[in-house]
């Protein structure tokens, strides 16, 4: 096969056209079907084939290396050219990134010193605070100088903190009241057990004392069976003196003696007799008469 090459107004001219045609044709002629008696002219045909393959090929490659050495050479130059430009624009890069690095450190710088300062002002632990995400380049201005909305950000982040701060205090407070009020509920509640034990002691101690006196009462029956103690002597239980007024002691005392009077009269007229004889003697505090 014969490839025709040339170049002209610019543009690579070749014989591709015809060479499509006349390669079409040969393939379609020796495109049969493929039978016992011709396989080994089928074999013969595909390595034929694979030849014009490679000798097309060869042709192609001297032709595409001689065009392409004016192509390599520009791109030579270009890429030349190109990294002298990316090393200017590399330096400008790290010029800009080492300023970039140190207007971040005068933000840091400037950021962390205006926390501070309202932190002192306002009591707070500056460490409960954080504003390491606010270092931005557009965090200052081209003085140095924090802008207002920094500064608004880092007043807010305050301010909310502040904000929980009280409300903990309150809860704190509230709390240390509602325990108050337990404790105060819990000493009024064991106030009230114990004055209620009080009472119930006192009561079993009346009642005690109650139980006490009438076995006394029974014992002294007892004994005054046992003694066969006649039946016209009364027991008198001792009575303690009580202070009066005047703080002298006044004292209870028990008088037995003998009246005659006339038989089977009343013992009422015995009494005021001698209720009337007393008066008329000038004792005036008798409590109790009885005729035995």
């Known amino acids: ?31 049969v079907e493929v039978t016992e008696e011709n396989i080994p002219e089928a074999k013969k045909v595909m390595a034929n084939m694979n030849k014009v393959k490679g000798e097309l090929s060869s042709k192609y490659k001297h032709h595409i290396d001689i065009y392409s050495q004016p192509i390599n050479q520009l791109k030579f130059e270009k890429k030349e050219l190109e990294a002298i430009i990316s090393q200017g624009r590399q330096k ?18 400037e950021i962390l010193k205006y926390l501070d300062g309202c ?31 920094t500064k608004e950000q880092i007043d807010n982040r305050i301010s909310l903190l502040e904000n929980e701060i009280l409300k903990a205090r309150l809860e704190a407070e509230e709390k240390a009241k509602r325990d108050r009020d337990i404790a105060d509920k819990a000493r009024e509640e064991e106030r009230e057990r114990s004055f209620e034990r009080e009472k119930q002691r006192s009561a079993q101690a009346e009642i005690d004392k109650q139980k006490a006196v009438e076995e006394a009462k029974v014992e002294v029956r007892k004994e005054v069976i046992e003694k066969k103690i006649p039946e016209n002597v009364v027991v ?5 003196p009580k202070e009066a007024d005047d703080g002298k002691m006044i004292y209870t005392v028990v008088a037995t003696f003998e009246v005659k009077a006339t038989k089977g009269i009343a013992e009422e007229k015995i009494i005021n007799a001698l209720e009337s004889k007393m008066v008329a003697a000038g004792i005036t505090t008798c409590k109790e008469i009885k005729v035995m």
């Open 1 to 31: 096969m014969n490839l025709l090459v040339e170049y002209k107004d610019n543009k690579v001219l070749t014989n591709f056209e015809d060479l499509k045609i006349e390669l079409q044709e040969i393939v379609e002629k020796y495109s």
């Open 92 to 109: 400008i890069a790290d010029s800009v990134a080492t300023f970039e690095v140190k207007k971040l450190e005068i933000a840091k710088e």
């Open 119 to 149: 932190c002192k002002e306002k009591d707070i632990n500056v460490d409960a605070i954080q504003v390491l995400d606010l270092v931005k380049l557009s965090s200052i201005t081209a003085k140095g100088t924090l802008t207002k909305t």
């Open 236 to 240: 008198i239980e001792k009575v303690k």
